[in-house]
């Protein structure tokens, strides 16, 4: 089985070669995802003053707390907001107390998934100058931010908070099926934002000198994103291989169906190392950060990618047909990557959510990897979990080989 | 050598080989001949490890396929009915796939690699991805996956489905030079032309029961030196049964209301004083064909019905 995998892991890598556009938008949204961070968080100058931000929250929504969050956070030096409600903001901004006042206004939350206009009000200090314009600025490219993830995942999001709406204690196979749908359709339209060469044109003049510390805090995540992608993307080829019949050919090889599927795994620990190494470097220039961990974050990742894709080769082994796994695969990544710190790191996430983070296996190697990054551990103290992880992949190994031979690589 | 036992194979309650037993030998081409559906790949599965069968018993050279799996696949090549490619990698990338998969390495690999490109006539195109393949050229690659390996007994499920003229003579000459090198073929087919001009032995399957067995001489001689009449009209059985009954040497192989068959000598000088016999009970004649003896008359003979439904 040994010799099987290492040719069927080669005989991977050299198609998975032929294929470079899956490579590309594997790394390209996490990328895009990045920069417009990058840009939110941009630079901001050495020692800024600080402006006084109150922020009057009548909306109240999942998403007006999630933008109150990002103002809030410290990280965000520029900025020192405070939450108030909306008459003592007023007052407090006529007896020049702060430079301006935020006004989420009641439907901000529903106006932004759905897409219509909802204005933000900012009303700022005429007595100051330039810290009010700091705060628009930044509010500006927040609030960007939060338009570009909504018109890229928005229409899902709605989706899926219809849905919930509706959701009684346990929702139904075919509440189920429907949120999948709508969370699939997140990576069609993600595509089609990263076609247009606008939006890098944008970023590019802007995105020369990022700051330091909070876009550190959002790389694991992105780095996370594209190993979720790609494990679910490749876990796609399970579904190619036993169409094309290769399966079942492989069964009556002595090698076995187990040497092509572990060879799977080692092309994808290969490609998923390429993919952290890649975003990595990236990463490490931009916001300078020390070079010598990069080689065992690399690692660190490309274990991680190796048992994403088989938790979720699995996942398309359990499922009956090549799209009932396309969905399912994307229905849990789609959440994985929610509350697994890859769109917003768990220091701005609500608490209960971050909590929830670090027990999805993504939020859990996001915890390491930033404890990696920002030294809060030394390489060696990663061995023992990178050990756990490796364990973990081996069990999960050894059920998914078995739903393989036993029955999925067996049917026509 | 392959030797199959009493193979049953059960889907639930539906049974889908029933009672199978069969022997092909070392250089020879051993066919499995019967409709769709009737249970030759299933049995090909059984043989090839892919399906466990229900009962009875699979070996090949002599290595049981249940208890020696491995054993038992090294010594096997299957050319599956479906194709079973790389449809990304090229025939070159393939053939080394899947002969690593069955263990050459090296020099022997390149050699064996080169061989197959050269027997299946694609060693121009050998660069090209196989999705660019036309459906006989894929054929063709298909069946030299299996072969890398020079195994000793080939199984072969319905190779020439959809295939050009021209890969299907290419196809032929493969098995052939095959069975000349002393390789035990299993070769099925719906195609009872095939079936007569390349086997030496054959099975008829029919909704998963083996219905004959034997060389083409034997099976043939299950037939008779007689032709098959097949009419479509009007019949009414107990009539047709008594006229003909004065009649010498015809068998009634089957009469339906709509539809008779019958079984005879020399056929077509005896038509008009058939066609006289039948008239006079009261029978309506609209349509008659003729055929002569063949693996296609037996199959009827024994099912009453035709091969290709
Ligand atoms: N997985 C399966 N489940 C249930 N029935 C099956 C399955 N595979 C094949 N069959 C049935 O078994 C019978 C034999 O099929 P098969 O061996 O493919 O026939 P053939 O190859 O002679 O055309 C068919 O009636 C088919 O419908
Ligand atoms: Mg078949």
């Known amino acids: 089985m040994s010799r099987m995998a290492l040719h069927a892991a080669a005989k991977d890598l050299s198609r998975q070669a032929k294929d470079p556009m899956a490579l590309a938008l594997w790394l390209g949204i996490p990328i895009l995802i990045g920069a417009l961070i990058t840009l939110a968080f941009g630079d901001v100058g050495e020692a800024p003053p600080r402006a006084k931000l109150l922020v009057a929250d009548e909306d109240g929504s999942f998403l007006s707390e999630l933008f109150v969050g990002l103002l809030a956070r410290e990280e965000l030096r520029v900025l020192d907001s405070e939450r108030v409600p909306l008459d003592e903001g007023r007052k407090r901004l006529d007896e020049g107390e702060a430079s301006a006042l935020l006004l989420i206004p009641e439907g901000f939350g529903q106006a932004v998934l759905e897409d219509t206009p909802s204005e933000l009000e900012l009303v700022t200090n005429p007595a100051q100058s330039i810290l009010p314009q700091i705060a628009e600025e930044t509010l500006r490219v927040l609030v960007d931010v939060v338009f570009y993830m909504q018109r890229i995942v928005g229409d899902d999001i709605r989706g899926i908070v219809d849905e919930m709406g509706g959701l009684e204690a346990t929702p139904s196979d075919e509440e189920v099926t429907r949120i999948s749908v709508a969370v699939n359709g997140v990576f069609r339209r993600v595509e089609r934002y990263l076609l247009p060469p606008v939006l890098e044109a944008d970023t590019a003049t802007d995105a020369q000198a990022p700051s330091v510390d909070v876009s550190v805090l959002f790389l694991p995540g992105i780095v996370l994103m594209a190993l979720l992608f790609f494990a679910t993307g490749l876990s796609e080829d399970m579904w190619r291989e036993r169409s094309m019949g290769t399966l079942r050919r492989a069964v009556s090889a002595p090698g076995g169906v187990g040497g092509l599927f572990a060879g799977k795994l080692m092309a994808g620990v290969v490609i998923a190392g390429v993919l952290a190494l890649v975003l990595m470097a990236i990463g490490t220039f931009y916001l300078d950060l020390p070079w010598r961990v990069l080689p065992v974050a690399v690692v660190w990742c490309a274990v991680t990618g190796g048992v994403l894709l088989v938790l979720m080769c699995w996942i398309q082994m359990a499922t009956r047909t090549p799209r009932a796994g396309q969905i399912l695969t994307n229905a849990i990544a789609f959440p994985l990557l929610m509350v697994g710190g890859s769109f917003f790191p768990a220091e701005m996430m609500p608490k209960g959510l971050a909590a929830v983070g670090r027990f999805t296996p993504n939020g859990w190697s996001v915890a390491q990897l930033k404890d990696l990054l920002l030294e809060r551990t030394a390489p060696t103290e990663l061995l023992v979990p990178l050990l756990g992880m490796l364990a973990v992949g081996l069990l999960l190994f050894a059920l998914a080989s078995r739903t393989l031979s036993k029955r999925f690589a067996r049917a026509s | ?309």
């Not at chain 2, 769709?36 to 599965?45: E, P």
């Not at chain 2, 000459?173 to 095959?178: A, D, G, N, Y």
């Not at chain 2, 003909?244 to 339906?256: R, T």
Request: aromatic residues 6%; hydrophobic residues 40%; contains cysteine.
């Open chain 2, 1 to 309: 050598m392959i030797d199959v036992e009493r193979l049953e194979k059960h889907y639930g309650s539906f049974v889908a080989v029933d009672d199978v037993s069969f022997t092909a030998a070392p250089g020879e081409i051993f066919g499995l001949l019967g409709p769709n559906g009737a249970g030759k790949s299933t049995t090909i599965g059984c043989i090839s490890g892919l399906l466990e069968p229900t009962a009875g018993r699979v070996r090949v050279l002599g290595k049981d396929v249940v208890v020696e799996r491995r054993a038992a696949r090294e010594q096997l090549g299957v050319v599956p009915q479906e194709m079973a490619l790389y449809e990304d990698l090229s025939a070159t990338e393939n053939l080394r796939f899947w002969g690593a998969a069955y263990g050459l390495r090296g020099s022997t690999l390149t050699t064996r690699v080169r061989d197959v490109l050269a027997t299946t006539g694609l060693a121009d195109r050998a660069k090209e991805p196989v999705s660019q393949y036309s459906g006989g050229m894929k054929r063709r690659i298909n069946f030299g996956c299996a072969i890398v390996h020079r195994p000793k007994v080939v199984l072969l499920d319905e190779p020439t489905v959809g295939v050009d003229p021209q890969s299907r003579v290419r196809l032929f000459e493969m098995v052939k030079t095959l069975v000349a090198d002393g390789t035990t073929v299993l070769y099925t087919t719906h195609y009872m032309e095939e079936a007569e001009q390349l086997c030496d032995r054959l099975a008829i399957i029919d909704r998963g029961k083996l219905i004959a067995n034997g060389t083409l001489e034997e099976l043939r001689g299950q037939v008779g030196e007689r032709d098959l009449l097949q009419l479509t009209g009007h019949f009414d059985a107990a009539a047709v049964e008594q006229a003909l009954g004065a009649v010498d040497d015809v068998e009634v192989v089957q009469v339906e209301p709509d539809a008779l068959r019958l079984a005879l000598r020399d056929a077509s000088s005896r038509l008009p004083a058939l066609f006289d016999a039948l008239t006079t009970a009261g029978s309506e004649i609209r349509q008659t064909t003729l055929t002569e003896p063949s693996l296609e008359t037996l199959f009827i003979k024994l099912t009453g019905k035709e091969l290709r439904e």
